[in-house]
Nanobody
């Protein structure tokens, strides 16, 4: 059984930075990816933000966060991180760490979810 625990959310001013962490326990296959999704207030669906594949650690980003967010993983410590810079009001959401069995960054491919951590960027 895989468990994911996020931390690092909070309230920051617009333009500020936060670093989210996700501790992974259990066995992860190298073919899976570790992703970050978010769900904004009032929105029904979660959207993909960033992901990192196993093996070479290829990273993928949603267009609106490219150049501002950086996803990384520490395989030895079984951690995945999301560095968020230049935060905007529209980044406000609950951020979820996820294990993606097909590494195609789709909600339907997620096998395990964390509980989420709230990020609020306020003007």
């Amino acid at each position: 059984q895989v468990q994911l625990v996020e931390s690092g959310g909070g309230l920051v001013p617009v333009g500020g930075s936060l670093r989210l962490s996700c501790e992974v326990s259990g066995r992860i296959l190298s073919s899976w990816s570790l992703d970050w999704f978010r769900q904004a207030p009032g929105k029904e669906r979660r959207e993909f933000v960033a992901g990192v594949r196993g093996g070479y650690g290829t990273t993928v980003y949603e267009d609106s966060v490219k150049g501002r967010f950086t996803v990384s993983r520490d395989t030895a410590r079984k951690m995945v991180y999301l560095q968020m810079n230049n935060l905007k009001v529209e980044d406000t959401a609950i951020y979820y760490c996820a294990v993606d069995r097909r590494a195609d960054f789709a909600v339907s491919s997620v096998a395990y979810w964390g509980e989420g951590t709230l990020v609020t960027a306020s003007s």
